[in-house]
Structure formats: C-alpha cells, structure tokens
T-cell receptor, first 116, second 114 residues
Framework: NAGVTQTPKFQVLKTGQSMTLQCAQDMNHEYMSWYRQDPGMGLRLIHYSVGAGITDQGEVPNGYNVSRSTTEDFPLRLLSAAPSQTSVYFC???????????????FGAGSRLTVL | GQQVMQIPQYQHVQEGEDFTTYCNSSTTLSNIQWYKQRPGGHPVFLIQLVKSGEVKKQKRLTFQFGEAKKNSSLHITATQTTDVGTYFCAGPRAGGTSYGKLTFGQGTILTVHP
C-alpha cells in the first residue's frame, strides 16, 4: 500500500494562477481531508469529505474548492492563487470504527506551495 | 469556536533531560490524539486517548488525558536526538466523532542538543 499520495511536492505560482493539488489514497478510507500548515498556527482544516460525492467546508475554506468523485481521490483546487495561500498543504485520510487505527489521520507527504 | 491551545511553542533541551508539552481545549473532547512531525516531514499518529484520566505509555513517552477531558499532556523522559520534531495534539471538531475533522494545537517544537 502506498498510503496517501500527494502531488506535486513543490509548486510556485504567480498571483491569479490556478492549480490543483492531487491527493489519492489506496486504503479504502471513507474520510478524506485537506489541511494547511503555517508557522505557529498548527494545521487548519480546509475541506473534508465523508465519502464519494459528499464534501463540506472546514475552518479556512475560502479560495479553495474540492470534489470527491471516487473514494480514492480528493483534489484541492485553487481557482485564483493569492500570496496568503503560500503554505504547506497536507491531505489526510481516515476511517471510522472501534478497532485500533480507526478515527486517526494518515497524512500524505505534503505539498509546499509558494504564491508570488 | 473550538480552540485547542498548546504550550510551550518551543522547547530546547539537552539530551537526557525530560520534556513536557501541554494541551488545553476550550470544549470537552471525546478523545484526544497526538502526532509527531519530524523536520521537513508530515505528521505521524502517535496515540489516541479516550477515557477520562487515561494514562498511556510508549517506551519513554507518557500521555495523559485530564479528568475533565479538556486537557492532555505528553511527557518524554530522557530525551534523545531522535525525539526532535514538532508535537501536535488534536481533538475532534465540535466535540463529536472525528470523521476526519480535527482541531490541532499550534504544536510544540522540540530541539535536543547532544
């Protein structure tokens, strides 16, 4: 199992450009989420999904779109990048249950985005 | 909204010294989770605490969940250079089950001088 795979690892954009951060998991987890990490602010939830076709906003959703057409994929779209979106983005997946390992996040390696 | 505060933000220790980070939530949590992020890496799950007053140990790491289920701590005995990284606590948003939605503390960055 590859776990959670994120691409690209690094990206530089100019203000106003659009791009998509890709996230895929092969663990058949029903829940997927996107977090951004900024110095001194921990990880903040952008969007999450509880299953294919179902998404909802997190703490900092403005400027980002998501969709979940399959269980495996959860791309994050920046429609018009702004310097405030310079950050490290982590995709994570989890599953609900009572067994060990349930309800905890498995993170991808991260995507470092710089917006000039 | 729900807030999870973590202190200290930074901790520098000599190798062999003990280290503790504290986590406080503005709301009662159904569980609390701890993650470790090595420099340049991604957060990795360490442990989940569910019961009021629960204490769990992983080798030199001791995790506690407060009686009111609003605070938690991570204590590392005799730190080693391999302990370097950022330690995060996290609780389910809105006090419910996780569904992949956690509120994270700001993290404590631990550096260990050999």
């Amino acid at each position: 199992n590859a776990g959670v795979t994120q691409t690209p690892k690094f990206q530089v954009l100019k203000t106003g450009q659009s791009m998509t951060l890709q996230c895929a998991q092969d663990m058949n987890h029903e829940y997927m989420s996107w977090y951004r990490q900024d110095p001194g602010m921990g990880l903040r939830l952008i969007h999450y999904s509880v299953g294919a076709g179902i998404t909802d906003q997190g703490e900092v959703p403005n400027g980002y779109n998501v969709s979940r057409s399959t269980t495996e994929d959860f791309p994050l779209r920046l429609l018009s990048a702004a310097p405030s979106q310079t950050s490290v983005y982590f995709c994570a997946s989890s599953y609900q249950g009572l067994q060990s390992g349930a309800n905890v996040l498995t993170f991808g390696a991260g995507s470092r985005l710089t917006v000039l | 909204g729900q807030q999870v505060m973590q202190i200290p933000q930074y901790q520098h220790v000599q190798e062999g010294e003990d280290f503790t980070t504290y986590c406080n939530s503005s709301t009662t949590l159904s569980n609390i989770q701890w993650y470790k992020q090595r420099p340049g890496g991604h957060p990795v799950f360490l442990i989940q605490l569910v019961k009021s007053g629960e204490v769990k140990k992983q080798k030199r790491l001791t995790f506690q969940f407060g009686e009111a289920k609003k605070n938690s701590s991570l204590h590392i005995t005799a730190t080693q250079t391999t302990d370097v990284g950022t330690y995060f606590c996290a609780g389910p948003r809105a006090g419910g089950t996780s569904y992949g939605k956690l509120t994270f503390g700001q993290g404590t960055i631990l550096t260990v001088h050999p």
